[in-house]
């Protein structure tokens, strides 16, 4: 998927309309307690002013549902912002109206300029046409490096780009293609995809991509419990998701004829409560006792997943395989993020993607070690689970 890069955008005296990603965390006092996101947007930022052009940075925060409030302001990416590149950075107190125009008006080569959050207006989610038309008044061209955001066919993805003669992927969005799209198309061989999480909800389409692309294909986390049920074990009170029973078994069914072999937990660790103070133990999958509910994958488990991950020459990684953030329940997720980061050590291509994967590895220290850590959740499943992102499909081919 070859997509028109910024690299072939001469930005020289022209205002930069770039989305990015800066749907940040925030704490009650409204501190930035990651700038992953802001970070990751540098490079693209640097290369527009390095080069003469300007930058006027849009992105949403939050899910103010086209309302102004002021807890969801990106006020304080701003400041963060302006740390990270030791300079100053205008913020404009709405996104389309009086006081983006006028500063907008006066922005001159080398300055950046943030936006107010796009999601206080709703036409951003509706991709509306006036909406759209308004915010691309804000660009001598048009750039997204917002693959967090590229799944969705919002105004600043899509109604805004396509109002540009060229819409150029950001040095992120670029980075995400080349290496998302590089495990799909032609990967090295043997592919092991591990997939944890909470439930198969939301992770039905990668499952059953991956199981026609990969080699193995290991399951954890709370969403291995659906699949126990359907084959008719006892799960206790471990997580179930109830609407996806159905699409559980036709998975299972699937697996018996893909090119992927399917690799469930034999093992977990149970509790009595979720929390640090129940009583735990671990049991095979077939002896969970009612009353306890299963919260990490097991140790025969962890051994043969890090079997699997050692021989791997591609890598791709979405979502934690038990209750990370509670230490005792850890075990598992952290011994498959040290065999991922062993494996890219000797050469294997790895790629993990989603809020709590990416949570996980810097909890761990191991990001650094990994190939590629996809700023993208939702939208690096979707393209993973061979979904057409709209955002990425605005863009001019090269």
């Not at 133990?281 to 002896?287: A, C, G, S």
């Amino acid at each position: 998927m070859q997509k028109a890069s910024l690299r072939s955008l001469d930005p020289r005296g022209r205002r930069v309309l770039v989305r990015v990603d800066f749907n940040v965390p925030l704490d009650q006092n409204r501190v930035i307690t990651d700038d992953t996101r802001i970070r990751a947007a540098l490079p693209s930022i640097r290369h527009i002013l390095e080069r003469g052009g300007s930058v006027v940075l849009t992105s949403h925060l939050g899910r103010p549902k086209g309302e102004i409030m002021a807890e969801w302001s990106l006020r304080p990416v701003a400041d963060r912002l302006a740390e990270l590149v030791d300079g100053p950075v205008k913020f404009a107190a709405d996104t389309v109206g009086p006081d983006a125009t006028a500063k907008f008006a006066g922005l001159k080569p080398g300055e950046i300029l943030l936006l107010e959050n796009l999601r206080f207006n709703a036409g951003e989610t509706k991709n509306d046409a006036g909406f759209s038309a308004a915010l691309a008044r804000f660009g001598d061209a048009y750039v997204n490096d917002a693959f967090g955001s590229a799944h969705r066919a919002h105004a600043s993805t899509v109604g805004a780009a396509l109002r540009f003669e060229r819409r150029y992927a950001g040095l992120l969005m670029e980075q995400e293609l080349t290496y998302l799209g590089g495990l799909l198309q032609d990967p090295p061989r043997p592919f092991t995809a591990i997939l944890g999480g909470a439930k198969v909800e939301g992770k039905v389409e990668v499952i059953r991509n991956l199981l026609d692309k990969v080699d193995h294909l290991l399951l954890g986390g709370g969403m291995i419990f659906t699949f126990f049920k359907v084959m008719g074990l006892g799960i206790g009170d471990s997580l179930l998701d109830e609407g996806s029973q159905e699409v559980a078994a036709a998975i299972l069914e699937q697996a018996k004829t893909s090119r992927a072999k399917l690799v469930l937990p034999t093992d977990v660790v149970v509790s009595t409560d979720f929390s640090a103070t129940g009583r735990h133990k671990e049991v095979l999958v077939t002896d969970i006792p009612d009353g306890w509910q299963g919260l990490d994958i097991g140790s025969r488990t962890t051994a043969a997943f890090r079997e699997s991950v050692a021989g791997a020459r591609a890598i791709f990684w979405n979502g934690p395989l038990g209750v990370f953030e509670i230490p005792v329940f850890a075990a598992g997720t952290r011994a498959i993020g040290e065999a991922v980061a062993a494996a890219t050590g000797t050469g294997a291509i790895s790629v993990v993607g989603g809020g709590d994967s990416v949570a996980a590895l810097n909890q761990l220290g191991l990001a650094d070690r990994i190939s590629h850590v996809s700023t993208g959740g939702g939208a690096s499943l979707e393209f993973m689970g061979g979904l057409e992102l709209p955002g990425v499909t605005a863009l001019s081919d090269a």
